[in-house]
């Protein structure tokens, strides 16, 4: 797939050469009224990158409209949680106008739950925590994937995935792999939704659950949900899958009952897709468009999930159709994934993983790109007249 130059790239974190920040990934961004922007992003210590090794909140702010960003330390810290993890961060703003930050704590192996924290004072200091998944559970949120929906709810898209223990006497595991041996964490998930009427004071979940209509021949269920409300009540949410597709499911009561999943229109790898909607309700959808069919041959030795090229398609009809993609990463030995997506006055801010070769995963570096609203409309037009949208059902 030819790559077509979109945006400049505006920073990137790579890991620390040193060890001692070894992964740099899944952020969020948030813009202030003081024309500060914040991305927080989960900044992993040490050797280990896994998503289950010791991993705190990192603070960037860019004081010119995104086209450059300062590190600003770390803002949140595991210890600080009493947890093993904390990562994958979303950001909202609360009706009062205080910052919403929400992310995932890691307290064991087989239990992480999200919380929500709220600043009055622009990130520089925090309110006490309020669970927001109260169940216990193993909850897999994506990072920038909280909404707010136009009836003022606010919804969170989860994985569950079901847990237990392989052995008699297992006890819960801290991270060391003679420990988690004894656990088991199923791969395959099921979507769920919790959701708050008061602004985030107190949580439910939804009724429904979706499951995936073919467990015998697929290894992933329904991971890493998302969602997008279509008109007011009205949800289209969709998860990542290892059969070839995203499947979507729909909400017509504020996401408390959904249909039964089906594949949509997008094609990927078992990689998460990103929608979000502009101020001109103009729909953009980012993700990797070709699924790791057997045969699909790999560039390189590091994991990269088949995460590449990475596309960028538009819809000004309401999701009823979408421009052709363009395909703005595409090199074959790197991997590109969960992005985040903050509208700016005269552009769009993309923050995603884009790590090589030389970053020993596809996960641990950050880059952050900045793209015009012209740039990003010439490219997807002169797509658009090679090929005709695809129509929704």
Known sequence: MKK??????????????????????????????????????????????????????????????????????ILLTCEEEKAKN???????????????????????????????????????????RVLCTPEEGFFVVNNDRVIRLASSRILIPAAVHRTGRTGEGAGEAGGRAEEREKLYLDSRSEAMFFYSDDDGKSWRASEG????????????????????????????AYARTDLGRQYEMFSVDNGNNWTSPQPSRFTSPNSPLS???????RILAVWNPVPEYNGREKKTEIFTGGRTPYVIAVSTDNGRSFSREAA??????????????????????????????????????????????????????????????????
Request: hydrophobic share 30%; net charge negative; with cysteine.
């Open 4 to 73: 077509i130059e979109l945006g400049m790239v505006s920073a990137e974190f790579p890991p620390d050469e040193h060890g001692k920040n070894c992964r740099n990934s899944e952020g969020a961004f948030l813009p202030l009224s003081d024309g500060r922007i914040l991305f927080v992003y989960s900044r992993f210590r040490g050797q280990g990158w896994e998503d289950w090794a010791p991993s705190d909140l990192g603070l960037a702010v860019s004081e010119d409209q995104g086209r450059t960003f300062e590190k600003k330390g």
């Open 86 to 128: 904390i990562m994958s961060p979303s950001l909202l703003c609360m009706e009062n106008g205080d910052v919403g930050l929400f992310y995932l704590v890691r307290t064991t192996y087989t239990l992480m739950q999200m919380y929500l924290r709220r600043s009055g004072d622009g990130g520089k200091t925090w309110s006490e």
């Open 209 to 236: 659950k979706c499951s995936m209509p073919y467990l015998a021949h697929c290894q992933s269920g329904l991971q890493e949900p998302g969602v997008l409300e279509v008109s007011p009540g009205v949800l289209w």
């Open 275 to 281: 929608m979000k909607r502009d101020k001109k309700g």
């Open 328 to 393: 703005f990463e595409t090199e074959e030995d790197r991997g590109y994934c969960y992005c985040a997506i903050c509208f700016l006055e005269d552009s769009i801010l993309l923050g995603y993983n884009a790590g090589g070769p030389e970053d020993k995963s596809c996960l641990t570096k950050i880059r952050i790109r900045r793209i015009s609203y012209q740039q990003l409309e010439e490219a997807v037009i002169q797509k658009q007249s090679m090929k005709q949208s695809v129509k929704m059902d």
